[in-house]
C-alpha cells in the first residue's frame, strides 16, 4: 500500500506541473524513398525494444532524449531506459506498480522514480528524486 500512495502522490505532482506547463511535441521522424514506380514512399523508424528474448514486449516508445521498454513475463515487470545519446547509458528497473490498461507504469531505483503516464494533457516520461523533477518528456512514438 505504501508504493500505491507514493504513486498517487507522485502522479498528483504530475498532474499539477502539467496543469501550469506547456510542452512543444517535435513531429517523429520518417524517411522518404523512392519506389519502382518512382513515387516517394514514406517509411517510419522502429521504435527499438530492450527487452530480452526471453521476455514480452508489453510496450515501447520514446521521447526527445530516450527510448523505453516495459517488459515482462505474462504481467510487466521491468522498465527499461536507454539515452539516445549514448546507448551504452541504459537502466533496466523493476516496476512497482502498474495499470491493467496500460495508462501507468511506475518504477524505482533507490530514490528515483520513473513514471510513464497517460495523461489528459498527453504521455509523459517523468524522472524524480523525492519532490524534485529530474525530466519531463512527451511521448513521441509509441505507446
Do not use: H
Not at 498528483?12 to 510542452?23: H, K, N, Q, T, Y
Not at 530480452?52 to 516508445?61: G, I, N, V
Amino acid at each position: 500500500m505504501k508504493s500505491r500512495s507514493r504513486l498517487q502522490s507522485a502522479l498528483s505532482r504530475v498532474s499539477i506541473a502539467l496543469g501550469i506547463c506547456c510542452f512543444t511535441v517535435f513531429p517523429a521522424q520518417s524517411q522518404t524513398v523512392s519506389s519502382k514506380s518512382n513515387q516517394p514512399l514514406l517509411l517510419a523508424q522502429a521504435i527499438p525494444n530492450y527487452c530480452r528474448k526471453s521476455e514480452s514486449t508489453f510496450l515501447t516508445m520514446e521521447t526527445k532524449s530516450y527510448w523505453v521498454s516495459i517488459c515482462g513475463g505474462d504481467n510487466p515487470n521491468s522498465y527499461v531506459g536507454v539515452s539516445k545519446k549514448d546507448r551504452r547509458q541504459s537502466i533496466r528497473v523493476p516496476l512497482k506498480d502498474f495499470d491493467p490498461r496500460g495508462n501507468y507504469f511506475y518504477a524505482v531505483n533507490k530514490d528515483v522514480e520513473y513514471i510513464l503516464a497517460k495523461t489528459p494533457k498527453g504521455n509523459f516520461l517523468t524522472v524524480t528524486r523525492g519532490t524534485r523533477e529530474l525530466l519531463r518528456e512527451p511521448v513521441l512514438k509509441g505507446w
